[in-house]
């Protein structure tokens, strides 16, 4: 028997000795190493805020939670917890995540991710990103070190610019501000003042590219950004239905559902609908020069159900033509940098500016209060104290 058959013949007998669980023990690992063998998955909806993430945690994720987690593979973490969890991670990563925390937020996450270790996993929450901030998320780390055994997919929503931040005008004085109409600091500010705090403040960016930035400073590579606009994803399904089938990995039972119930659905189906604050604002006016003594909500409705179309039947402050165009391509621009496959399409652009010239017309203007409390009587006659 020569050398090198000797050699081989030592090295079977050394592999027989090798149990064969241990064999496959080593295998697993050795796969489970590779970029290319992970099969599970992670789904993470990260907002921002004002862009349908209400249609996507009620409409989407709640409405087939059954189908998604009996038939799809997918374990849910609740929305609730989420937001827990990156207010806890937002406020102090460091602390979050040692045994200190108070509501031991990341204690439950990891726990979660332990008894579901063999299921996809799917999670959102819009709250807690600081989309505004130019420095990146340090707690983001904690995401990525805690995901590493996984297929992550991030996703971001977007809507034109200016539509978000009219929605935020909205979100932000909605709520307390129409019963305190004597106090200054609860005073519902004009839309276009609105506009130039927060450009003074923090630019009038586009928080889903502040998103991108943050989660690109932290090297996750597969974020995608899901539409309100539809023309990017040339798809007329609604939103819930594109969330299922085109953002949720592997989700083919519940996407086959949603596309048979949402058809009917996508042109009545709302969720967390906002509206503008010319009634609010206008009541607030009235209260404070004494044109009515009425509680303001009162007021606010009594006016809102007099006049239908107030764009066309009271007089408007819009933006100047400069500030307009400028608006305008800053849309366009934070469409190129979010689009760049189709950034180049003319057609895409002119129906941005189509949009946005007919919002100029409504919801971008704001009504003069002072010229109405001139003239009061005119407009608003009927509605005194």
């Known amino acids: 028997m020569t050398g090198v058959q000797n050699n081989r013949l030592r090295l079977l007998q050394c592999w027989r000795t090798i149990p064969l669980l241990l064999l496959l023990t080593l295998l697993y690992n050795w796969l489970s190493s590779r970029d290319g063998s992970k099969t599970r998955q992670i789904v993470f909806h990260v907002g921002p805020p004002k862009m349908g993430s209400t249609s996507i945690q009620m409409g989407a994720i709640d409405r087939y939670r059954k189908i998604l987690t009996s038939r799809d593979g997918y374990a849910i973490y609740s929305t609730k917890d989420t937001s827990d969890l990156n207010k806890c991670l937002f406020r102090n990563w460091t602390l979050c995540l040692s045994s200190k925390s108070i509501n031991n937020a990341w204690e439950q996450f990891t726990n979660f991710l332990q008894s ?82 927060a450009n003074e403040s923090y630019g009038l960016v586009h928080p889903t590219f502040g998103g991108l930035k943050h989660f690109s400073a932290y090297n996750f590579t597969n974020i995608r950004i899901i539409s309100l606009e539809h023309e990017e994803e040339n798809d007329d399904d609604s939103l819930v239905t594109r969330f299922i089938c085109n953002y949720v990995v592997g989700a083919e039972s519940s996407c086959e559902t949603a596309k048979m119930k949402e058809k009917n659905q996508e042109q009545n189906q709302h969720y967390n609908i906002g509206h503008v604050l010319v009634w609010e604002r206008l009541a607030q006016a009235a209260q404070q020069y004494n044109i009515s003594t009425k509680g303001c909500k009162t007021i606010a409705q009594e006016l809102e159900a007099s006049l239908d179309q107030w764009w066309k039947n009271l007089p408007l402050i819009c933006l100047s033509k400069i500030q307009q165009e400028w608006f305008l391509q800053r849309t366009i621009d934070f469409h190129r940098q ?44 009927n509605i005194t104290k």
Not at 344 to 354: A, G, M, P, R, Y
């Open 338 to 381: 979010l689009f760049p496959s189709i950034q180049n399409d003319d057609d895409t652009e002119q129906l941005i500016e189509q949009r946005f010239r007919q919002a100029m017309n409504v919801t971008l203007c704001d009504v003069n209060v002072e010229l109405i409390l001139a003239n009061w009587h005119v407009y608003f006659g």
């Open 116 to 197: 579901h270790s063999n299921k996809n996993i799917l999670l959102s929450t819009e709250n807690y990103w600081n989309h505004v901030g130019s420095e990146p998320l340090s707690f983001l780390q904690a995401y990525k070190d805690v995901f590493a055994d996984y297929n992550v997919t991030i996703v971001l929503a977007y809507r034109d610019l200016y539509r978000y931040w009219h929605s935020s005008y909205y979100q932000t004085f909605r709520s307390g501000y129409c019963g305190y109409s004597t106090h200054p600091s609860k005073m519902i500010p004009s839309i276009l003042d609105f506009y130039q705090r």
